[in-house]
């Protein structure tokens, strides 16, 4: 097994975050917080307070849902695996924080923006997610 740069590293926390994030933001539709990022990057303490409360909701609606039941294996499938990448948020926010701590004021800036552009993109999974949360019985 090949070490790692410290740039690639630091690439995997920003991109494994905004992955998890990315569940939040569409879930909840949470563009605002994201836009608040990307705006004043300086400040994302308080933004990544506002998306890890979300977070804390999305997972408790996830659960909700998935102990409901009477959903496709498919959409089990795909809530699982929502359930599984929040359950880790403390972790990967915790290491971006650190790697945002560790940098300079201007790649901080960068980054936080980067952040933000993953973490507002759609992925299959995220958009799947909302669809099978919104339909009836969802708990919304």
Same mark, same amino acid.
């Given at each position: 097994?090949?070490a790692k740069t410290?740039?690639?590293?630091?690439? /995997? !926390?920003?991109?494994?975050? #905004? /992955?998890k994030a990315r569940? !939040?933001?569409h879930l909840?539709?949470a563009?605002d917080?994201v836009?608040?990022?990307?705006?004043?990057?300086e400040?994302? &303490?308080?933004?990544i307070?506002k998306l890890?409360r979300?977070?804390?909701? !999305?997972l408790? /609606?996830?659960?909700?849902?998935?102990? $409901?039941?009477?959903?496709?294996e *498919?959409?089990?499938?795909?809530?699982?695996? !929502?359930?599984?990448s929040?359950?880790?948020?403390?972790l990967?926010? *915790? $290491?971006?924080i650190?790697y945002l701590?560790r &940098?300079n004021k201007?790649a901080?800036?960068? *980054?936080?923006k980067?952040?933000?552009?993953?973490a507002v993109a759609?992925?299959?999974r #995220?958009i799947?997610?909302k669809?099978?949360?919104?339909?009836?019985g969802?708990g919304?």
């Amino acid at each position: 097994m090949s070490a790692k740069t410290p740039e690639e590293t630091s690439e /995997d !926390v920003v991109a494994r975050f #905004a /992955d998890k994030a990315r569940y !939040v933001v569409h879930l909840e539709m949470a563009y605002d917080i994201v836009d608040e990022l990307a705006s004043s990057p300086e400040r994302y &303490i308080e933004s990544i307070y506002k998306l890890s409360r979300l977070a804390a909701k !999305v997972l408790n /609606d996830v659960q909700k849902r998935l102990d $409901e039941g009477g959903l496709s294996e *498919e959409d089990q499938s795909t809530l699982e695996g !929502v359930r599984r990448s929040l359950e880790n948020w403390a972790l990967a926010q *915790e $290491e971006f924080i650190k790697y945002l701590e560790r &940098i300079n004021k201007e790649a901080l800036r960068g *980054e936080v923006k980067r952040f933000a552009a993953l973490a507002v993109a759609p992925s299959y999974r #995220a958009i799947r997610a909302k669809q099978i949360m919104e339909r009836k019985g969802a708990g919304r």
